[in-house]
């Protein structure tokens, strides 16, 4: 690949309202607003990299490098997100260790296609979601004793997301996150996930990482009573009564054969559910 491309990026043309969970939504402040989009877009165009059907490892991991170079301003073109968070990130004083964890995980995208186990997991989740987390924590001020209800939440959301696009990941990536010995421990196979309905084996795969993320889930609880910020404690109340919900609906739905997902009474639901933590 060119180091000279104007830009590596190639956006995949999903945005924040695609995403199962507000992201800098209304809630946020509007001073900081910008600046959680910007931490987005530079998230977003990353996996977009590392998801990519067509490019290469090689090329998908250089082109990450150019982000990080542009990011830590060891360059000053090819990434224009990257170049917009720096900016962002020398206004407000917050770190670009968040960033550039996240790039670990994108990096791991690119050559890394199956999971052996839980703990390995929840490391890939350790760089794909809790800096996101610890971001948007950082940005606001707040204290990193938020930062383990925080990494919880964001690690249950991963996994929740990783559960509704397996089929999905397998067939455009041939990449599976679910753990080989749970797959194993239950009889199933990776193949399963392409069959038109989830089998007895893999339900029970899932429903083992669904009891894993109920555990997150249970202390992500502690995320909002424990934010100063009155805006944010609400946008994470919103967070969490909305990864119960997906969860539950994962429990109970098929992934394999039609994309679980949240509804517009889910998200109501879990706005009404949130107010309590208003004051």
Not at 127 to 143: C, F, I, K, T
Not at 240 to 246: E, K, M, S
Request: net charge positive; aromatic share 4%; proline share 4%.
């Amino acid at each position: 690949m060119s180091t000279t491309l104007a830009s590596v990026e190639e956006w995949s043309g999903k945005d924040r309202g695609a995403e199962n969970f507000p992201v800098g939504s209304a809630l946020i402040s509007a001073r900081l607003r910008r600046h959680v989009h910007a931490f987005y877009a530079f998230a977003r165009n990353a996996d977009d990299i590392a998801d990519s059907p067509t490019l290469a490892a090689e090329d998908k991991i250089a082109r990450l490098d150019i982000m990080e170079a542009v990011l830590l301003g060891r360059r000053d073109t090819g990434s224009p997100s990257a170049a917009a968070l720096r900016a962002s990130l020398a206004e407000t004083g917050v770190t670009p260790r968040h960033s550039t964890e996240l790039l670990i995980a994108f990096r791991r995208d690119a050559t890394k296609t199956r999971y052996a186990d839980w703990e390995e997991l929840l490391d890939y989740c350790r760089y794909s979601a809790m800096p996101v987390g610890r971001h948007v924590l950082d940005l606001h001020g707040e204290s990193p004793r938020t930062w383990p209800a925080s990494d919880a939440l964001c690690a249950a959301l991963q996994v929740l997301n990783h559960l509704q696009d397996g089929s999905k990941d397998l067939a455009a990536l041939d990449r599976c996150y679910l753990p080989a010995d749970l797959l194993a421990r239950h009889g199933a196979a990776i193949g399963a996930l392409r069959a038109p309905r989830m089998s007895l084996g893999l339900r029970r795969v899932h429903d083992a990482l669904l009891d894993h993320c109920d555990t997150l889930n249970a202390a992500g609880r502690a995320l909002p009573s424990l934010t100063r910020d009155r805006r944010l404690r609400l946008e994470t109340a919103v967070i969490v009564n909305l990864a119960h919900r997906l969860a539950r609906r994962l429990r109970h739905g098929d992934p394999v054969a039609t994309r679980v997902k949240l509804t517009k009474s889910d998200a109501v639901l879990s706005i009404l559910a949130a107010l309590r933590f208003l004051p």
